[in-house]
């Protein structure tokens, strides 16, 4: 791999997890940082302020085991895909901004909150989410089943609007009857995750 090393020898690294795409650090190496890495499959650092190599987790437990290595464009960039072990900053937490390394679904994230918040909240008079709960699973199975239906004849026509239309309404009761079981899009990550296997 070609690497450009700054006047100091070093080049900063990316560290993200490879599973939540996360980014959990910054680092920096030297060459002999970069090459440790490798070899161990354990991120290793150059420490500016300890003038060393120091593997991350050496002393806390907390490694990052390496997935991938890769440089940008220029080769004076690396991103490193990890699998951690336990919380990656000093202080304790999931990352060095503080925020919690778990999965997103993008806006279906969002929409999964919005499901969760309108729930809890269950205001019928000004939310569909409240009131279709508020039925019982049953009818909020029974709304899945319909948009399935729906979602399908759809897709036998050639209208794309229309299908889209279908299936969002489809892909929307369906977070709803996730939720009214008690489980999320990471369950179904789960079990699609062991099926690969």
């Not at 090459?35 to 161990?40: L, Q």
């Not at 072990?85 to 999931?94: I, L, S």
Request: hydrophobic share 35%.
């Amino acid at each position: 791999m070609d690497i450009k090393y700054n006047n100091e020898g070093l080049i900063p690294a990316i560290i993200q997890d490879a599973t939540t795409k996360n980014v959990l650090m910054l680092g920096y190496m030297n060459e002999e940082a970069y090459n440790k890495t490798i070899e161990t499959k354990q991120v290793t650092f150059y420490s500016r302020s300890k003038q060393r190599l120091w593997t991350k987790g050496e002393e806390s437990g907390n490694f990052l085991n390496l997935v991938d290595i890769k440089n940008d464009c220029d080769n004076d960039t690396l991103l490193l895909q990890v699998n951690p072990v336990g919380p990656t900053c000093h202080k304790g937490t999931d990352t060095c901004w503080g925020e919690a390394n778990t999965s997103s679904y993008g806006f279906l994230s969002t929409l999964e909150t919005v499901i969760e918040e309108r729930v809890a909240n269950k205001d019928t008079n000004t939310s569909y989410v409240a009131s279709l709960f508020a039925k019982g699973i049953n009818k909020v199975a029974q709304k899945v089943g319909e948009e399935a239906v729906e979602t399908v004849i759809e897709a036998m026509d050639n209208n794309d609007e229309l299908f889209l239309y279908e299936s969002a309404d489809l892909l929307f009761h369906y977070l709803m009857l996730l939720q009214a079981k008690g489980f999320s899009l990471k369950d179904i990550e789960n079990e699609l995750k062991g099926r690969h296997k």
